[in-house]
Nanobody, 124 residues
Framework: QVQLVESGGGLVQAGGSLRLSCLVS????????MGWFRQAPGKGRDFVAA????????YYGDSVKGRFTISRDAAKNTVYLQMNSLKPEDTAVYYC?????????????????WGQGTQVTVSA
């Protein structure tokens, strides 16, 4: 079975940076499209970023374009989310997700496996 484990969340001041990591185990990492989503208290789960199987194509939600970068390292079976210029509105639980086959990159229901989430808090 595929398992995802996120790490790297924490507390950071506005304007600072964090890098989230998602370790993938249980199958061939390179066969999965990977995504990051986030959920703030009382809100729905929003699309943040996605990367295709080869790493050659990336996609971002409008609110994070130009600030966040998604990448993957096949040798380490890990996907990353580099978050720069963080804002208080970025505060949320961030979830890593894997998609095994075709689908819409920003649609949560098209992803097959999810991590447990990691908290990111950005102070003003």
């Amino acid at each position: 079975q595929v398992q995802l484990v996120e790490s790297g969340g924490g507390l950071v001041q506005a304007g600072g940076s964090l890098r989230l990591s998602c370790l993938v185990s249980g199958s061939t990492f390179s066969t999965y499209t990977m995504g990051w989503f986030r959920q703030a208290p009382g809100k729905g789960r929003d699309f943040v970023a996605a990367i295709n199987r080869s790493g050659g194509s990336t996609y971002y939600g409008d609110s994070v374009k130009g600030r966040f970068t998604i990448s993957r390292d096949a040798a380490k079976n890990t996907v990353y989310l580099q978050m720069n210029s963080l804002k208080p509105e970025d505060t949320a639980v961030y979830y890593c997700a894997a998609r095994f086959s075709g689908g819409i990159y920003y649609r949560p229901l098209d992803y097959d496996t999810w991590g447990q989430g990691t908290q990111v808090t950005v102070s003003a």
